[in-house]
């Protein structure tokens, strides 16, 4: 695991773009096609940005797979992350093939059991992650599940995760905020080749102290990416501010 800390969210967000981008041209160099995850909130804004201008990547070479999303929320709604990664990323470069969740699929279990089936068949070459304010990793809140298999599970999503959706400012109240999700688990996480994490802002810095230098375990869920040799830290200086000396 390597930590890289930045004067500005933007300064961040390029750095991590320039990673993501580079891990995608080495795949498809290696192999002829690049299979990434992508991840939503407002802590991937700059990075994706940065990312959608990178150069060099020939994105119809890649595939796309999407690493939560909301159960019984439909495209439409603004805090749909199938919404936001299609106006941030998708309509931007478009990726060759896109697997988006359906969270508002009749049969959400169904739904998983779709997915598990497609990704079982790529290997990821690169996953694009942050950190939650509760130390979750993609929606997998405290106390994550380190050991089960399925690459897409159903999760319930804890208080202090809803809160963290409603101060973002995607609902308008917290009982507008979906209990449950489908997300991507620790383990199929933990699979891909390379890990970029990009979290940005002051609220995240006590779950960025605890989850970085702290014991693995899942009361901290995105601690797991201390034991990934190819994670790679993208912060700001806020969301650093609590790290024993920080890099500069």
């Known amino acids: 695991m390597e930590i890289h800390v930045f004067p500005t969210k933007e300064e961040m967000g390029r750095a991590a773009a320039e990673k993501a981008a580079e891990s995608l041209r080495e795949a498809i160099a290696r192999k002829g096609h690049a299979t990434f995850v992508a991840a939503t909130g407002a802590s991937q804004f700059e990075f994706l940005d940065a990312l959608a201008s990178m150069p060099g990547v020939d994105w119809a070479k890649t595939t796309m797979f999407h690493l939560d999303e909301y159960i019984g929320l ?4 603004p805090a749909s992350f199938r919404r936001y990664l299609k106006e941030r990323l998708v309509d931007r470069v478009h990726p060759g093939t ?17 997915l598990n089936r497609l990704i079982s068949q790529y290997e990821i070459d690169v996953a694009f992650v942050g950190i939650g304010e509760n130390g979750h990793l993609a929606f997998n809140d405290p106390p994550a599940d380190f050991e ?22 995607w609902f308008a109240s917290l009982d507008e905020v ?3 999700a489908i997300s991507m688990s620790i383990k199929q996480i933990m699979k891909s080749h390379t890990i970029v994490c990009t979290v940005p802002d002051r609220r995240k810095a006590e779950a960025v102290r605890d989850c970085l230098t702290g014991e693995v375990t899942p009361l901290h869920p995105a601690s797991i990416l201390q034991t990934h040799d190819r994670t790679y830290i ?3 200086v806020e969301a650093a501010s609590l790290l024993p000396n920080r890099e500069k």
Do not use: M, N, S, W
């Not at 896109?98 to 779709?114: L, M, N, T, Y």
């Open 74 to 77: 439909p495209e439409t709604h």
């Open 98 to 114: 896109v697997h988006f969740i359906q969270g508002d699929a009749p049969d959400p279990k169904a739904e998983c059991e779709r």
């Open 234 to 236: 993208f912060l700001d």
């Open 148 to 169: 089960v298999e399925d690459p897409y599970i159903i999760v319930e999503l804890d208080e202090k995760c809803r809160r963290q959706q409603l101060g973002e400012g």
């Open 178 to 180: 979906p209990r449950r």
